[in-house]
């Protein structure tokens, strides 16, 4: 019987806005689309916990038994200034101002990306398709939604007919409950928009000007595809016309999502996600992150404490525990009291993690109360983590079975007050939904940590060489240390060391 | 004034089979595209030499001055079974066996690839592109070269026009040294041949079968491009009609490269590269390296040494120095006995590299023809490098250096024998030339050399102490040890020691 089996996942379904039990297309698999990154600046925080979310459901859904396919794309073109529809192509810019090929710009970034997610121990995904790589399938797409009549060409580029589309179908709009109407009263008139019927309208295809480095040809002229398509034409390629989870951040809502299902519905005539999750935003101190308010900093700024808002740096595990620490769907705000508070807390769970590594059980009187309590703990973790996953409150269950784990470390408790089995389960499943599910690794600090401590051992044992005029132990200490690139030296404070 | 004027490259091109200066086709600029991996396997130790190559030729144009547009791809679709055009893709045949998408197969071997070549500290290149996305780029070629005359449809695939395109061009064998009339009598019949005029000519479009999951639409119906279009249509993309240089394996000569000048004349009317360069390949104790032979290791068995033909494991840095101390275009045996030469001589390398980064100038009475010695190897450094990439020659003049260096730091020559700006030049150039040209970087076994170096220090230590009958010394250096996660084991052949 598979994990999923004993721990029914349910998810917070944006669209339908209830909690509901997942029950895959396909018994046993799991099809999951995120939207990635636009890859012309380095990637924030923000989306980093974004990204996070989607990780840590990757991992579990793996670790309940399903096989899973999960695609996040690389927006490499098409995202267009301030998302509206007219202005200059955001990498094109970008390329332009730096006297780059955008696919260079395309690169650096996408190389930047990746550098930072794997610092953040993230999984790989199944598949990462890039926007530039699925022109063809995205005009098939274009094509499809005018045949069926939801858009129209003009000048050619063409718009997906919102109105039409509504009237058709009527639930534009649903995902991010807005309604048609005040959408329309809301919309400010920009330049260019008379080439739409309805200011709603959204460009599928945008004929592209002599100013315009990435272009394709088409039936329709050299131009682009817009922004919300690459989505959708991507998804149906990998994933299927309908598929299972579809996340995102939470301000894809809309339009992007919103758009996402019009334009799937429109091509195919069925919804596509049958799950749309989202992650909520990231505050600092109270406010909205943003570069503006000059509060806004980039994973490097956190890891070195390199900000006016940062009294230190913290390790990218830190950040990753204290990002799970809450739902994600709450705002989750940083502060440096918060973060102090999740590197103390990172730190015990570590301790008991490795006290638990060395712990080996021998049997002995078992404690019945106990065993069910152990039990209780992790079956509660499990469950936890499959309502909605909830790791905040999964923690909560870790730590207090680190509580017994370091009783039992700390002898106040024998191993063998727990069953075999119970002993084993335990020591088995701590690890992994640390490790595996939250993917929580120790860190190579440990080491230097370790050093630190050599090192401190061998001035105290010098000292008291020293003192005790032993000084053939002492000589033997600072020339071993000298050839291995370490000097000694000695102050009124005591010993130092540095490292060459 | 730029370095690359001080010292002028020179390149061996293999099309003219002479060492020529190089000249770029815009000054200061230099368009470099390399034939990357078809990702449908794990990387060899072949790749990692090839690859090597040009990311060493890359830093060093970097180095020079040139700004470098360098573009290596990812064949991810088309290169069919047995460099033959009939039979299955390679990727997809694959994706089949593991019953996965083939963009799934792509993603994890492209992770693979990008994750060794990281260990073996690459540069990534300036664009990476993939053949899937550039469908639209090939199949615009594949017009120009069918409007020219040089190739025809049959049922759906269309054919380069080689016995044609000799006729009006007579270039088609140049680069390989190969001659027409010698290739049609060596050519066996295949099935499926009978599509083509000739049995030369190779498909640039392939009409695909139902089995075929990796197709698109075109003007000749569904299908993909053959394998050598896409270096074509992504080299003029990124790099121009003509650009500077083209580098791949020698394997790659013919048919791969030959077909790649002869379709870009065939659409364009010019030859695309004016220098094309050919790493040479590798050996194991003197045989061909091969997977049917037994005697192909993996580069994570050359790290962990677990291969019969292996003593033991070599770093990463070392198996860099270790190929770098051929020229490319040698072939290059790979033996234990000589890698573990070139563990000691890195090692005497990195020992030289440390005790300069340590030494400060001071000044002293001067030695005139030390200095003239000094400037001279470095002079020569650079001539070697400038002089087809000899990193071999370039290496010997690094140890020479290091001689002198270890003279300094070992007291006997004083820093002061050289003038200030002798002694400048070298701190800085020696280790531009190990970290910023070779790619050499100090490796963080370093560290955990030290923690051993240190644990051995200790462990002697608490010998003594208990020899002495000093059990508060041995009892503490056991105690804080196993604080900090180290367990000590006393066995009959001394003290080990764990880290939990």
């Not at 038994?65 to 094109?92: P, S």
């Not at 794997?118 to 530039?132: G, H, Q, R």
């Amino acid at each position: 019987m598979a994990r999923y089996q004993d721990y029914p996942l349910s998810i917070y379904n944006s669209y339908n806005r209830e909690k509901e039990i997942f029950t895959p297309l396909h018994e046993g698999h799991v099809g999951m689309y995120v939207c990635g990154p636009t890859v012309y600046s380095n990637v924030h925080l923000g989306n980093v916990r974004t990204f996070l979310t989607f990780d840590v459901l990757y991992r579990y859904l793996i670790h309940l038994g399903y096989k899973v396919r999960y695609v996040r794309n690389i927006t490499d073109v098409g995202h267009l200034v301030d998302d509206v529809d007219e202005g200059e192509d955001k990498i094109a810019k970008k390329a332009r101002l730096d006297n780059l090929e955008p696919m260079e710009v395309v690169q650096m970034y996408t190389n930047d990306f990746h550098n930072t997610l794997a610092l953040f121990n993230f999984l790989s995904p199944s598949i990462e398709p890039t926007a530039t790589g699925h022109i063809i399938e995205q005009i098939q797409m274009i094509e499809q939604i005018l045949n069926n009549g939801f858009a129209y060409e003009v000048n050619g580029s063409v718009y997906f007919d919102v109105p039409k589309y509504q009237e058709a179908k009527g639930n534009y709009g649903q995902l991010s409950g807005r309604v048609l109407e005040d959408l329309i009263s809301n919309t400010r008139e920009l330049d260019g928009q008379d080439e739409k019927r309805s200011p709603l309208d959204f460009a599928i295809w945008k004929n592209a000007d002599e100013r315009h480095i990435m272009k394709w040809p088409s039936s329709w002229g050299i131009g682009f595809p817009g922004w919300h398509l690459e989505c959708s034409a991507m998804s149906t390629k990998y994933l299927g016309k309908e598929f299972d989870i579809h996340g995102g951040g939470m301000d894809l809502k809309f339009p992007h999502h919103e758009c996402e299902i019009a334009q799937s519905v429109a091509a195919d005539g069925v919804a596509p996600v049958h799950y749309w999750m989202h992650s909520n935003m990231l505050t600092v101190n109270g406010q909205k992150m943003s570069k503006s308010l000059g509060n806004s900093f980039s994973p490097s700024e956190l890891m070195t404490g390199n900000h006016h808002l940062l009294k230190k740096g913290y390790s990218p595990m830190t950040v990753r525990f204290f990002m799970l620490q809450s739902h994600y769907s709450s705002t989750l705000d940083f502060s440096n009291d918060a973060l102090d508070a999740a590197e103390k807390g990172f730190r015990r769970l570590n301790n008991a993690r490795k006290s638990l590594a060395k712990l080996s059980y021998l049997s002995g009187p078992m404690d019945e109360a106990l065993n069910k309590e152990i039990q209780s703990s992790l079956n509660s973790a499990y469950l936890n983590l499959s309502d909605d996953l909830n790791t905040a409150k999964a923690i909560a269950n870790l730590f207090d079975l680190a509580t017994r784990i370091n009783s039992m470390a700390g002898g106040k408790l024998k191993p063998g007050a727990l069953s075999e089995g119970t002993f084993n389960r335990l020591k088995q499943e701590y690890e992994q939904i640390i490790n595996d599910i939250l993917g929580l690794r120790l860190e190579e600090s440990d080491e230097s940590g370790m050093m630190d401590g050599l090192m401190h051992l061998l001035i105290d044992i010098r000292q008291q060489a020293r003192k005790n005029k032993d000084f053939a132990t002492s000589d033997q200490i600072r020339d071993t240390l000298s050839a291995l690139g370490v000097q000694l030296k000695d102050g009124p404070e005591g010993t130092s060391y540095s490292i060459e």
